[in-house]
């Protein structure tokens, strides 16, 4: 199992857990990202940075501190 923080560009993930506190599930729901979901990974910059994924159609930004908490496994 990994977190969406360590999927690499171009990979499909289907989220797993969610393991932050309310505050980071509740923002996650806002945005349309569940357990059970598949998201892509459009951007994850080396560097540091947002992480871009694709969920519903929708391109997301993440923070790397949000998607350390999500686990995945690559699909």
Request: cysteine-free.
């Amino acid at each position: 199992m990994k977190f969406l923080s360590e999927i690499e560009e171009g990979k499909k993930a289907k989220v797993l857990h969610i393991a932050g506190g309310m505050g980071v599930r509740q923002h996650l729901s806002t945005i349309g990202i569940h357990v059970g979901d598949t998201v892509l990974v459009k951007r994850h910059a080396v560097w540091g940075g947002p992480i871009l994924v694709e969920v519903h159609g929708s391109e997301v930004a993440l923070g790397r501190g949000v998607a350390s908490k999500v686990q995945v496994e690559e699909v």
